[in-house]
Structure formats: C-alpha cells, structure tokens
C-alpha cells in the first residue's frame, strides 16, 4: 500500500507530466484560457487516459511481447489510443449525453495530446504491473489536470492585468507556466 | 499555382516557423533543448518523418476518403516514426538514449499532422516536399537556437560530437535555472516576446 502512495505522489507532484516531464503542452496551452475549458479537458485526460494505460499495457504484454512484435509498439499503441478515443465519444453520445456535453469537444482533441501516449509508453519502460499502470496513469492524468486548473485560474486573472504588448498571449503564459514548473520543481526533494 | 516552391520553402523558416508562430510541437521543443545537440537530433528526425509523410500523403491524396482522413494521416505518421525509430537504433544510439520517449512521440507532434492536413492533403507532390523541407528546417533551427541560449546560459560552454567548446569566461558562473524545466518554459516565452518584437517592424 505504502509503494502505490508514493507511486501516486511521486507521480502527481514530483513528476508532474506537464511541468516536469514536458508532455501535453498543446492542450496546456490551448485550453487553459478559461476555466470551464481546462476543468473540461482534464476531466476528459482523466477518463481516456486510465482506459489507455490498462489497454496498452494489455496489448503490450498479451500481443506485442508474446509474438515478437514491439518493433510496432508506436503504430499500435497510437491506433488503440485512436480507436479507444473514438470509442469513448460513441458511447458516451449514445448512453451518457449529459457527461458526453461536457467532454464531447475535448475528446478528439486528446488523441494528438502527447501526454496520453507518453504515459502509456512511461509504464511500459518503468515495467510497472498492471495494477501500478492503471493507478500511475491515474495519478499523472491527475497531476495533469491540477497543473492545468491551476494555470487556468492564473491565465484568467492575468487577462486583466496589463501586459506588454509584446509579451501578450502565449509569451507571458509561457512564462506564467516556467514560474508554476518551478514551484513543482519544488517537491523534488520529496522522495 | 498561386505561390512559387521557394515560397512554400521559406515560410517555413520565418513566417510560419512552427513552434514559435504557430505554437505546435511544443512539448520536444521545451524537453529536448537542454544542449544544441539533442536539438538538432530532434530537428533531424522529425525533418525526415515530415517530409516522407507530406509525399505519401500527397501522392494518395485522391485515395484517401475524406471521413477516415485523419487515422489513415496517422496510420502514415506511425510508419514512418517506426523506420527512424528503428534507424536510430542501429546508427546513432547515444542519441536514440536521450531523445528517448520523444522519438515514438514524434507520432503525436501536432505538426506532422497539421500540415498533413493543412498542406499536403490539398497539394501536389513537388510543393508538398517543399513545405515539408521548410517546415522541418524551420523547426530544427528553432530547437538548436533555444538549445544553443539554454546550454550558453546554463552550462557556459556548447557540446556538439563530445567537444565542449567553451563560450564563456571562466569566471562565468552557470546559471542552473536554464537547463531545468522552468527554464525551458521561460525561455522560450522571451523568445517568443523578442519575435514579436522584431515582427512588428
């Protein structure tokens, strides 16, 4: 139990996908504008990513290792992530509406999100079991969406600041974000 | 045909020079500048994989049905981040250990499939090189410049092929802060600031 809490913390602030490993930056920059956006996209990471992490991990044992084919593991584990995503947007519209208008647009945008893919092969190289993969690509998808509400709530308040006109836009968020990486970089020293 | 092939080419370098002016493909950008050489490494690569996958996408452009566009773009990203991947393994594999994970992730930079689909998809073979060429050209140079400010500031001295060649005086004192992860955030926002400043002109 004690390896999973530090797995799990170690995950969302020591090595936080974002600010420290630099994976998903797109969409950190793209959907952090607002607050609505970025609750949205996150909890739409989390959904995905779990149901990616335990997949490829599965595929990855079951498939790649036992035939000999890992040489494929790029083209197969972005096709599942493909489908996978496909998938969720399909089956949410048709049995969940409610939740599927609140990720609905996010959806497509989270199979280009490096973040989702970087888990996936992240838990492969650590050889995690499955039970550690499924809870680390919990914890980084966590640690991705509090990384991304907290610079959303900062964006915000920045829109009413005034901003040399220069810097205006992703400029200063790229600089908001270095000062955010670094109070992460912070917890370093934790473990 | 509107533009002429050195136009498409040299878009790439200035006008829309990918990560900073169109602000794709940052993740490689901010991990991979640590030092000069893994930048251009990076640039290497993904030059390779964008210019192969703006021929094939070209060349099938009219087989292609339109709805499954986007997986069958992805289906021949992925084939061709396997061929470097797998080359890189044989031929240059110190470098193959550093750009680790981004190698595969080359798959998910967003602009391999943005100009698949922006470009490739709606142009001939000949421009589609170009545009690959211009944009893979433009996006190596911005990772060795980031890289070359990140080593300069942080480390005193640039390593290219194992040879530190040294930049700054010895009494310089390393400024640890550029080759960390915040630093790559920050950087590469004062850069953006400085092309907004000369874009204006």
Redesign the interface.
Known sequence: MGDYFVLIISCILINNIL????????PF??TSKKMETAIGMGMAVIFVLVMAGALTWIANKFILIKYDLV?????V???LI?ALVQFVEMFLKKSIPALYAGLGIFLPLI????A???VC??NI?EEYTFVESLVSSFAYAAGFSLALILFAGVRERILLARVP????D??????T???L??TF?AFKGMV | MAKSLVQEFTKGLWKEIPPFRL?????PT??LTKTVENGIGMGAALTFVLVCSNILVSVCRKLIPGKVR??AF??II??F??IV??AMQKFAYPLFLKLG?FI??I????IL?GRAEAFAYKNGVIPSIFDGLGMGIGFTLSLSALGAIREIFGTGFITIWEKPIHVMSDAFVPFAFMV???????C???M???M??LG?K
């Open positions: 600010l420290a490993q630099y994976l998903g930056n797109c920059l793209g040489f494929l593991q790029t083209i584990f972005i096709l493909a199979t280009t999100n490096c989702v893919m970087g092969l992240i190289k006109k220069p810097l205006l992703t400029s200063i968020g790229l600089i974000a270095g000062l990486s670094l970089f | 602000v794709l493909g940052l993740c901010l991990a986007i997986a992805i289906i992925a084939t981040v396997t991947e797998l994970i595969p992730l798959v998910v930079n967003c499939l960390e992860a915040p630093g790559a955030f920050v590469l926002g004062l953006l600031c400085v907004n400043l204006k």
